[in-house]
């Protein structure tokens, strides 16, 4: 009689390994493999440090890593190149005077004191005093939220 070979065992690679591969936190890979069971994890001691450590099936990490990849055509352009890409498709008619971090936001978004306070280029303290005088509409959601095309009409 003729054992059969018994299947190898998978390779295992360190929640720090996986988290790189995946563009993740380790945190993140551990709630992936923990909570979530999208990946097969064990316990084992390094020898090294002489101590415990959460190691990862390879096979899962590379699937998974598979799974994340982005499907838009976005994807094939370098990040360094995307300021490149906005600068080129902006209107002929020139650079917005003074143009603000804020500009790609649409009138109808609330922002935060901190937020409006960025946009207006002043104090938080004064745009909470607008608030407070009534010469700026604002709604408390959670935090204090102020539209922005009410910021633009001050």
């Given at each position: 009689?003729?054992?059969?070979?018994?299947?190898?065992?998978?390779?295992?690679?360190?929640?720090?390994?996986?988290?790189?591969?995946?563009g993740?936190s380790?945190?993140?890979?551990?709630?992936?493999?923990?909570?979530?069971?999208?990946l097969?994890?064990?316990?084992?001691?390094?020898?090294?440090?002489?101590?415990?450590?959460?190691?990862?099936?390879?096979?899962?990490?590379?699937?998974l890593?598979?799974?994340?990849?982005?499907?838009?055509?976005?994807?094939?352009?370098?990040?360094?190149?995307?300021?490149?890409?906005a600068?080129s498709?902006t209107?002929?008619?020139?650079?917005?005077?003074?143009s603000?971090?804020?500009?790609?936001v649409?009138?109808?978004?609330?922002?935060?004191?901190?937020?409006a306070?960025?946009?207006l280029r002043?104090?938080?303290?004064?745009v909470?005093?607008?608030?407070?005088?009534?010469?700026?509409?604002?709604?408390?959601?959670?935090?204090?939220?102020?539209?922005?095309?009410?910021l633009?009409?001050?």
């Amino acid at each position: 009689m003729t054992q059969a070979a018994a299947a190898p065992s998978p390779e295992y690679i360190t929640k720090e390994i996986a988290a790189e591969m995946l563009g993740i936190s380790p945190r993140r890979v551990l709630e992936l493999a923990t909570s979530e069971k999208k990946l097969r994890w064990k316990e084992s001691y390094n020898p090294d440090s002489h101590r415990r450590q959460t190691v990862l099936s390879l096979e899962d990490v590379k699937r998974l890593a598979a799974e994340r990849q982005p499907s838009t055509a976005l994807s094939a352009i370098p990040r360094s190149a995307l300021p490149q890409l906005a600068a080129s498709s902006t209107p002929a008619s020139g650079p917005a005077p003074e143009s603000r971090p804020f500009d790609a936001v649409p009138p109808c978004v609330r922002l935060t004191v901190k937020e409006a306070a960025a946009y207006l280029r002043i104090p938080e303290q004064q745009v909470r005093a607008l608030i407070a005088s009534g010469k700026l509409p604002a709604e408390k959601v959670g935090h204090t939220r102020v539209r922005r095309r009410d910021l633009d009409a001050l």
